[in-house]
Nanobody, 124 residues
Framework: QVQLVESGGGLVQAGGSLRLSCAASGRTFSSYSMGWFRQAPGKEREFVARISWSGNTYYADSVKGRFTISRDNAKNTVYLQMNSLKPEDTAVYYC??????????????????WGQGTQVTVSS
């Protein structure tokens, strides 16, 4: 059974940092794109960042320059380092794995596995 377990969320002041982790079990995902989406109250889920099987990264404009995504295939884990956090970053963050092998992109419509979500709250 595949599981994605997120950790690292919490409450932080604006300008602070958090590091999210997503540990996958039950299957290896070294040949799949992995990444993060988020959903704020009353809003639709939105893309945050993704890292492909080759290490190619892509970010939403709203987080570019502040967030860094990385992965450790030996640990089957993807990370999201979030710096210079803003109140508008407040959301539930979800880890995701794309269903398409050897594909660069990560799409929520092609996501095969989701984590349970971790809350990030940034106070002003």
């Amino acid at each position: 059974q595949v599981q994605l377990v997120e950790s690292g969320g919490g409450l932080v002041q604006a300008g602070g940092s958090l590091r999210l982790s997503c540990a996958a079990s039950g299957r290896t995902f070294s040949s799949y794109s992995m990444g993060w989406f988020r959903q704020a109250p009353g809003k639709e889920r939105e893309f945050v960042a993704r890292i492909s099987w080759s290490g190619n990264t892509y970010y939403a404009d709203s987080v570019k320059g502040r967030f860094t995504i990385s992965r450790d295939n030996a640990k089957n884990t993807v990370y999201l380092q979030m710096n210079s956090l803003k109140p508008e970053d407040t959301a539930v963050y979800y880890c995701a794995v794309d269903r398409r092998q050897w594909h660069l992109a990560l799409s929520q419509y092609e996501t095969e596995y989701w984590g349970q979500g971790t809350q990030v709250t940034v106070s002003s």
